[in-house]
């Protein structure tokens, strides 16, 4: 049976000389993986460029319950990406988020909340012109919302510590590692709170803005399972730097 629906491309890989399995997060199905024959031909109805990471697409599929490889009928680009392609850190730091959400997410089944956030906030980024060097640090923060570990944001004047393990601030320094003290953890906090129009807002230098990414790191480490090593962000620092 044909079936309607949204998706978000994940992960493209070779199959053979000319076709490739992409998994795609899809909005009706979830995460779903999809064999796509012939896409260097040059007549290809479904080419390479279409099936970038994060790229957002409407697609009419074929979809089989219990099999492990799906089939598309139809595939275009929705909305047609306007800057990232063509923006050399936009597209570093959707290809450094692209890496965390293909280890953060893993939807086997609809969750529109989820797909709804990433969907939107992907299309906003297309379209800004402000704020883009702090996107991917807000974009991660307020994904952990929808993925069950989003950060307290209480807090009192006595409390100086961020615990990374509790998702919370504390008054002494925990005994890990695992912490931000008082000016990095305002800083976490506010990305976490700000919208993203509002981004351009919150100052900091690039050391700072390493720091953070780092953070958000481990706190992704510590509470999702497998998140394993990112090697991504690397080529972001140095492209923001």
Do not use: C
Not at 64 to 93: A, G, H
Request: overall charge neutral; cysteine-free; hydrophobic content about 40%.
């Amino acid at each position: 049976m044909l079936h309607k629906t949204r998706g978000i491309v994940l992960k493209t890989t070779l199959y053979s000389e000319s076709s490739v399995v992409v998994q795609i997060f899809t909005a009706k199905f979830g995460i779903q993986s999809y064999m796509v024959n012939g896409v260097k031909r040059p007549k290809a109805k479904i080419r390479m460029n279409m099936l970038q990471a994060l790229h957002l697409v409407d697609m009419v599929v074929y979809h089989k319950t219990n099999s492990s490889i799906q089939r598309i009928s139809e595939l275009r680009p929705s909305p047609v990406f306007r800057t990232i392609p063509y923006d050399i850190i936009k597209s570093t730091i959707i290809m450094f988020l692209n890496e965390v959400l293909y280890k953060s997410i893993r939807q086997q089944h609809a969750d529109e909340n989820i797909f709804d956030y990433i969907f939107n906030a992907v299309s906003w980024f297309d379209e800004t012109d402000q704020g883009g060097a702090n996107f991917h640090l807000a974009f991660l923060l307020k994904l952990s919302r929808f993925l069950g570990f989003a950060p307290s944001t209480e807090t009192k004047s006595d409390q100086s510590y961020f615990d990374l393990q509790e998702g919370e601030f504390k008054s002494l320094t925990p005994v890990h590692p695992y912490f931000i003290e008082k000016t990095a953890a305002e800083l976490f906090i506010s990305l976490f709170t700000t919208p993203f129009e509002k981004l351009n807002e919150i100052k900091m230098d690039n050391a700072t803005r390493r720091l953070i990414l780092d953070k958000i790191l481990i706190y992704y480490t510590l509470h999702t399972a497998s998140f394993g090593e990112i090697k991504s962000h690397q080529v972001l620092e140095e492209i923001l730097s």
